[in-house]
């Protein structure tokens, strides 16, 4: 079936720093890939997504490529703020049945 | 556009007892879906609705879990009785339902048993 495998995290940084998120997929057909971000006590709020090979997704200095010939979709931001701390969910959708399927998420600290 | 309301925020409960939330979806989303997030994990489909009917239950565990969407609409989750592993967060999310169309979640509900 579907997967998707994220980075385990905890990841911590300190503000400025250059965050990547690596994301890898395996599915059949062609599925939509998206990032989601999850606030303490909130719930999730899409990022970005991108449709098809090669888009570039990008939203709040977040970007993420989607690879089909590595089935990745890693996100990388080359600047992070303390309010970029968030737990980040990599998904992808197939069209058929229109159903996501998530990673198990990773978890960004950022220190002042 | 209003979000995607869910009720209660909250809810602890003890073993044993009978739980209900509620999700009133987007405006227009025919496309209603239940996940169920675990503590430190993604969130995982319990059930998908298209209008009023169900298209997916599979990984609902029917034998203490039941969910409706009476005029496709408004949604209930109920369990019972509920279970310690049980405990988590049960977010709902709509979409439009056209393909590839993206989830909007809900703020969910957290449920701890005790």
């Known amino acids: 079936g579907d997967s998707v495998t994220q980075m385990e995290g905890p990841v911590t940084l300190s503000e400025e720093a250059f965050l990547t998120i690596n994301c890898t997929y395996t599915a059949t057909g062609y599925p939509s890939l998206f990032w989601y971000v999850q606030y303490p006590g909130e719930g999730l709020q899409l990022l970005l997504k991108a449709t098809k090979a090669d888009d570039k997704g990008s939203n709040k200095g977040f970007e993420a490529t989607y690879r089909k010939e590595t089935t990745s979709f890693h996100l990388e931001k080359g600047s992070v703020q303390v309010s970029d701390s968030a737990v980040y969910f990599c998904a992808l959708l197939k069209a058929a049945g229109n159903k996501l399927t998530f990673g198990g998420g990773t978890r960004v600290l950022v220190k002042p | 556009e209003a979000g995607v309301a869910q009720s209660p925020r909250y809810k602890i409960i003890e073993k044993r007892q009978s739980v209900a939330f509620w999700c009133n979806p987007i405006?227009?989303?025919?496309?209603l879906y239940w996940y169920q997030q675990i503590l430190g994990q993604g969130p995982k489909l319990l059930i998908q609705f298209q209008n009023n009917g169900v298209v997916d239950d599979s990984q609902l565990p029917k034998d203490r879990f039941s969910a409706e969407r009476l005029k496709g609409v408004d949604s209930t989750l109920k369990i019972q009785p509920a279970k310690l592993e049980d405990s988590a967060v049960y977010l709902c999310?709509?979409?439009?339902?056209?393909?590839?169309?993206?989830?909007?979640f809900g703020s969910g509900t957290r449920l701890t048993v005790v």
């Open positions: 999310a709509s979409s439009h339902g056209q393909g590839g169309s993206p989830n909007t």
């Open positions: 405006s227009g989303h025919a496309t």
